[in-house]
């Protein structure tokens, strides 16, 4: 279960000028008049434009996100530099007749304006409402769902999971299909937004800026491109997020240290640095995430009930330079003081998987961890990093929980594949099964084409190119069922949308089966 930190009791601003009921918030830097005088109308334009998140579920609170730009096509948001007040409520129901929390915060200019709330003391397992106020202004209406208590017997849980939405590549047609499910939360492994200019042919609709993002005032344009789409503020206001990063939130193929032939090391970590800081201003984070400088603590796990234990993991921050080879008998690939997760973050993942009760441990991993299946190398994937690829599958096949599954997206591609104990050894029992999703947009339409054999090797199962979509996961204590959810199109605004295949996998068995 992710930690939260310590919050002081100090000066609040109450919701109307009444007293502050609800869960304690930071201390408040001071605001000015205006800011502070309630349903005083500061605003011309309409603040909330970015619409609204939830993210990180625990069984007795959840975060809460928004960010004040009535011009968000600029990178302060079209607001002056000064702090502006922001009222926040909770609600059991949507026409907030009953209001569990509520409370304010100061929107700073340091921080695009934007809010990260972790309400507290909500009750396990409920479905609750919120919204925000900016002088007269209201946001839209979010819905959230707090985690059941750990341990607690559960019948059933619903996620999605997703991944690689480039904007220019077409539109979040999949998220609308998505915010119609019936789902407990979404889980996003990454590429949230591309850094890239965007500027091709083929681009299905435009940036503001068509630049590759260096700056904060970059990123901060870009990031509200991409929240200004519908379907990803529906879904948003539809379901908590739990997130995690690959590359292209920062730059593509980025590792721990400086590997951008372009730039001084000096230019490399103040770009990072912020790209990092974009990234949480826009994002349902907790305060323990945000980044410190060029450095951001974004792995951490969350428990549901009885039935899912979730490592969210960062395959991208401690991770050694890509190998610079190209086959797969790579010795640069086997040299056992590579590593993808970082040390600590390997030791914490063993600690977690070696400790866990849950039926079901899923690794929230951004990219690939079966190996390609020929001569190839995946350099950028596990494969460039196989003695550490190694030391995890050891570890599930020797100590590892009761039915491990791995969740992972990046290819733009749906793929299933069930991980032997070891890739060189012909016979190695199955330790996890693999399932990849496609992207949300990257790739954009494509000629579909669906393989379920002679791919030359004895670990995968399924491979599906050139669809766009998700996947949506359903949970019992007996059953992993994945449905690949695919949409007709991206480059129309509304797109049907239809299951690609299914495949499931039986607690306590290994190997993923056709459903």
């Known amino acids: 279960m992710t930690s939260r930190p310590a919050i002081d009791r100090r000066r609040l601003l109450g919701w109307g000028g009444a007293a502050l009921v609800g869960s304690l918030l930071p201390a408040l830097p001071s605001l000015s008049p205006e800011a502070e005088a309630a349903g005083s109308p500061f605003f011309r334009e309409y603040p909330f434009t970015l619409g609204v998140a939830s993210g990180d579920p625990l069984p007795d609170a959840v975060v809460i996100w928004t960010r004040l730009a009535p011009d968000p096509t600029v990178p302060d948001g079209g607001l002056p530099p ?19 929390r509520r409370g304010a915060v100061a ?24 919204r925000f106020r900016a002088g007269t202004a209201i946001s839209p209406t979010g819905r959230t769902r707090t985690a059941p208590a750990v341990g607690t017997h559960l019948e059933r ?28 939360f979404v889980l996003h492994l990454g590429d949230y937004i591309y850094e890239g200019d965007g500027a091709g042919p083929g681009a299905a609709r435009r940036l503001t800026r068509s630049i590759e993002a260096k700056s904060l005032d970059d990123y901060r344009v870009r990031h509200a491109d991409y929240k200004r789409d519908a379907g990803l503020q529906a879904a948003h206001a539809a379901f908590p997020f739990i997130l995690t990063w690959d590359d292209h939130e920062f730059d593509n193929g980025y590792s721990s240290d400086d590997t951008d032939p372009d730039s001084t090391p000096e230019e490399f970590f103040a770009r ?21 400088g060029p450095a951001a603590q974004l792995y951490r796990r969350l428990s549901f009930g009885d039935l899912l234990q979730l490592h969210v993991l960062d395959t991208r921050q401690y991770r050694s330079d890509q190998p610079q080879c190209s086959t797969d008998d790579c010795p640069e690939a086997r040299d056992p003081a590579r590593t993808m997760l970082g040390e600590q973050q390997e030791a914490w993942l063993f600690d977690g998987l070696g400790a866990s009760t849950a039926v079901w441990d899923v690794l929230g991993n951004q990219v690939p961890v079966r190996r390609y299946g020929t001569r190839q190398l995946g350099g950028d994937q596990w494969d460039g990093y196989d003695a550490a690829r190694s030391r995890l599958l050891q570890f599930l096949a020797q100590r590892g929980p009761t039915n491990p599954i791995v969740v992972t997206g990046d290819l733009h591609s749906n793929q299933v594949s069930d991980l032997p104990a070891s ?45 766009r979509g998700y996947v949506a996961v359903d949970l019992t204590h007996d059953t992993f069922l994945a449905d690949y959810r ?23 068995q290994r190997g993923a089966q056709i459903a």
């Open 82 to 100: 000064e702090s502006f007040g922001v009222r926040w409520e909770v609600s059991e129901d949507e026409r907030f007749s009953r209001v569990v």
């Open 423 to 467: 890739f060189d050894e012909p016979g190695a029992p199955i330790v996890a099964t693999e399932f990849m999703g496609t992207s949300i947009t990257s790739g954009g339409d494509e000629t579909r084409r669906t393989v379920y054999d002679g791919f030359g090797n004895s670990w995968e199962r399924f491979r599906n190119f050139g669809q």
């Open 272 to 292: 990072r640095t912020a790209a990092y800081q974009a990234y949480y201003e826009h994002l349902p984070l907790r305060p323990a995430n945000r980044p410190v």
């Open 486 to 508: 695919g949409v007709q199109t991206v480059r129309q605004q509304i797109s049907p949308a239809y299951t690609v295949e299914k495949f499931a996998l039986q607690a306590g």
């Open 107 to 130: 929107a700073l200019p340091e921080s695009a304006h934007s809010v990260h709330v972790d309400v507290t003391g909500l009750r396990p397992d409920r479905v609750y409402y919120y």
């Open 157 to 184: 849980l619903a996620f999605a999971f997703v991944s690689c939405q480039n904007f220019t590549a077409g539109y979040y047609t999949a998220y609308q299909d998505l915010a119609r499910r019936d789902l407990d």
